[in-house]
């Protein structure tokens, strides 16, 4: 069996010492899990090492730690897996036995002497740590559920027995009713580390729960409220580690852009941060123009499409606030004036193939929205490929983690 | 010191359930749990659960199939009561928001499941319980304010007056190592089964007995404690549950000739017969070496459309993927009977009052008894949240009427010096894991599918040897933040005494039935052995066993085939 070298970020805090790397080698299958390598250190060698964990199958949502850097589930990740996670190789990177770049294997800050792989295990980020890999999760996780108000308000009346709802919207909420509590996403949520109060991934996924759920009867308060709040809807800057750090394919990121497009689209509501706005200038200036116009997007976000909205007295407000950040983009060559000024220009037949997309996505009589669960019944034919999507919901599976954002 | 009407010990869905439920009759309420409540192992569950709703289905139907389940052992009254609730608390569920799956008239839809003669199984995907119990989660979130929660507290002992009456508990906060006395007018056990003290189990690390073990050490009966669930589908390895709904949507089990083997068996209900007969059958298969080299045989879910899978199994598409490598849409799994659940526990009414005043329990920790010598799929859930339910509502109507006792506080002291005389102990004594490993080996050696007094004799030698070499078990640990290698320590003494109980139960039934097979009295023996056996403690020696009888209200005893 393969020994790796296992690295536990310890830290009591009773101690009075900083928290410091804890090594073992553990010899153990590479289909092993991490958290079966923590469990073999803690009952051969070293009972005290803290970690939360029960079902060791990836439903209990105790064991989020960071492995190698990425946050997920001990249990259900595998040695040879996050030992190919060295550093400067990113989150996913190939396992043994994939083919890998030498780049990659080296690394940069990789111990270097190991058999089999070097995993690093650390609490996970933006929560404080309570003692080794045990982080206090009430103080942000749990907290920021309880934000959404995460329960249902009954639509009246109450049926004398259940609710008639689609089974469609059964199968699309049972995506984010999937979700553990594990804090997997709320680990590495880039939003978050800028704004602490973040509502986050997590919860804004809760919100989903019940914004989906037909039997709720406030969508429309919900929304307002997470889409008024300046740490809500419009905070999340769609950079995915949510959806990559989930163990159960919750992927947050898209529920908080269902929760945008319903918001926007359905409810009509235009939220004091000027998030729906400016998420339509995106849309309507790629739509314009195949790629975004820099000049052209505050304007746009504040005075909507139109000529004098351009002299919006907001946009030279947050123009002038940006300064600090579009300058030094300047001076690194980051952005270029005349690009930014006058726009990107990309080939007529390459413009003509974008507004191609806008066009048959709006001519689409019902939005689509892909979820990961299928429809379907337990008498139904076997579908030919996976596109037996009629409905708001049905899609084959392994496609749901490439969404496009469309609204 | 926090003083509670009703304290509650556990927060799976049976302690969610009573909090909610004696909440709601006004009186003051905690709920205390090890982990965070949502971590409880009820989030496991994955199949379904029962209820005749569908009004072409009777809850005498739902009763009987329970009973023929139970190899006549449940108690019929019990049984009649939970089929008859079953339907509403269904009802009370969609509406506190459980996502149950839908037909496509929008009504809830059903899978079928073991031992059942009508698909009555309600669910979502293959998560029903983890469905449930965030949802019932949710609902404590909104009823903060009457529903105080103390989640990472460690219970180390009940508390009793003078009389014997249960008044509080000792827990320890594991945030801080500090112990703190919980007044209360009524203790509700509801901190599940002991699968931890079988090696392998489905079940969860934290599900080790500490409910089943505090109420026997101040002197309640269980019951039932010889009848331990092997479930037929856990993974090979390491024990992971493959849901039974995976046979309920139509998967086959094959031996390693690729024969059908429970034709044999149960010619009619097929894979679908109770857990007991199918863990049997397939035990039979290995043993005869119609198994695969690896002690299997295959459950083979490519019959089932792969549509159906990835919506309604999909849990168990990762698990196949994630822990055995194995793609189920496409290939068979190999799995064996493995330990899941006991039905034996903490003997309570049907009001879930045990037979100390003032405690109750429910859910596994329980044996009502509604399960007898085997559980249906998906009535576990039923069984939690009815008696639950049913034991949050009685004890707030008792604690109504009666003054808060007071609770001698010397006891904390006893536990505090108690714990401390575990982190001293000496280095270089066995390890705990090491002592809780051959526990596990023991119990699924000869406690299992498969019994014989050789082998229960043997087994409960091991089990008295390893109670003595336990309490000189060293621990690593000394500090007091998060200091889970001396509540491991705990937990081992806890899961000991589950096992000498299950153990001298098994030796007492001289027949087989239920999850009891006994090779050595391989009949079921109803003139004998129609009755409950109890255990109670006897200071340190081997425990006491005396008897209850079986309640039959309409359903006599009758021949069992599937």
Known sequence: MPEYLLKIRRFDPKSGQAAYWDEHRVELGARNSVLDAILKVRDEVDGSVGIRCSCQQAICGSCGVRMNGKPGLACNTHLEVAAARMHGAGWNAPAPGDVVSQDAEEGDGAAGTTPAGVIEVEPMG????????????????????????????????????????????????????????????????????????????????????????????????????????????????????????????????????????????????????????????????????????????????????????????????????????????????????????????????????????????????????????????????????????????????????????TS | MP??????????????????????????????????????????????????????????????????????????????IMCREAPDEILWLEH?????????????????????????????????????????????????????????????????????????????????????????????????GAGQAYRPTTNGLIVTGDGIAQAYRIGARLMDMEMIQYHPTTLAGNGLLITEGARGEGAWLLNAKGERFMEKYAPNKMELASRDVVSRAEQTEINEGNGFPDGTVALDITKVPKRRVLEALREIVNIGRDFAGVDITSEPIHIHPGQHYIMGGVKTDVDGQTTIAGLYAAGEVACVSVHGGNRLGANSLLDTLIFGRRSGEHAAGQAMHMPMPSTPSSQVSDTDRHIQDIIDRPAGGPRVSAIKDELGDTMNQYVAVFRDADGLNKAHEIIRRLKEVAPTASIDDRGTVFNQDVIGAIELGYMLDVAEATVVGALERTESRGAQFRTDFPERNDDQWLKHIDVTVNGDDVPTISYSPVTITKWQPQERTY
């Open chain 1, 126 to 405: 933006n929560m404080p740590v309570i003692r080794d890999l045990i982080v206090d999760m009430d103080a942000v996780h749990w907290k920021k559920i309880q934000r959404v108000t995460p329960y249902l308000i009954n639509k009246e009346p109450v049926p004398e027995r259940e609710y008639i709802v689609p089974h469609e919207n059964m199968v699309d909420i049972t995506q984010t009713m999937a979700c553990i509590q594990c804090g997997a996403c709320v680990s590495d949520c880039l939003s978050m580390e800028i704004d602490p109060l973040f509502v986050g991934p997590a919860a804004l996924a809760k919100a989903y729960r019940f914004v989906g759920d037909p039997r709720d009867a406030e969508h429309e308060e919900r929304l307002k409220d997470l889409a008024e709040d300046e740490h809500g809807l419009y905070d999340c800057t769609h950079c995915f580690n949510c959806i990559d750090a989930c163990p159960k394919e919750v992927a947050p990121m898209s529920q908080i852009m269902r929760l945008r497009r319903r918001a926007g689209s359905d409810f009509e509501i235009n939220d004091r941060n000027n998030g729906q706005r400016h998420e339509e200038s995106f849309v309507s200036l790629v739509g314009d123009y195949g790629l975004l116009h820099e000049a052209e997007l505050l304007p746009r976000s504040f005075g909507g499409n139109s000529w004098f909205g351009k002299f919006h007295p907001a946009a030279g407000a947050v123009l002038l606030k940006s300064l600090g950040a579009i300058v030094p983009a300047v001076l690194r060559g980051k952005v270029k004036i005349k690009t930014a000024l006058l726009g990107h220009k990309i080939a007529k037949p390459d413009l003509d193939a974008v507004k191609r997309v806008y066009k048959t996505v709006e001519e689409r009589p019902q939005r689509v929205e892909l979820n990961l669960y299928v429809s379907g019944y337990e008498d139904d034919p076997e579908p030919v490929g996976a596109t037996a999507a009629q409905t708001a919901s049905g899609e084959g599976p392994e496609s749901a983690s490439s969404e496009s954002e």
């Open chain 2, 3 to 80: 003083s509670h009407d009703v304290l509650i010990i556990g927060a799976g869905l049976a302690g969610q359930r009573a909090a909610l439920a004696a909440a709601q009759t006004g009186a003051t309420v905690a709920i205390i749990s090890k982990v965070h409540p949502v971590r409880s192992h009820s989030v496991a569950a994955a199949g379904g659960i029962n209820a005749a709703l569908n009004p072409e289905d009777t809850w005498e139907s739902h009763a009987f199939d329970t009973i023929k389940g139970s190899d006549y052992l449940g108690d019929q009254d019990a049984i009649e």
């Open chain 2, 96 to 192: 506190a928001g459980v996502t149950f799956h839908r037909n496509e008239r929008g009504n809830l839809g059903t899978r079928a499941f073991g031992g059942a003669s009508a698909a009555r199984t309600y669910y979502v995907a293959d998560i029903t319980g983890h469905a449930i119990l965030h949802v019932l989660y949710e609902q404590l979130m909104k009823h903060s304010d009457t529903v105080d929660r103390y989640e990472e507290w460690f219970t180390t002992d009940l508390l009793q007056d003078d009389t014997g009456r249960c008044v509080g508990a000792i827990c320890r906060n594991l945030r801080d190592g500090r112990l703190e006395l919980f007044n209360a007018k009524a203790v509700i056990l509801a901190s599940g």
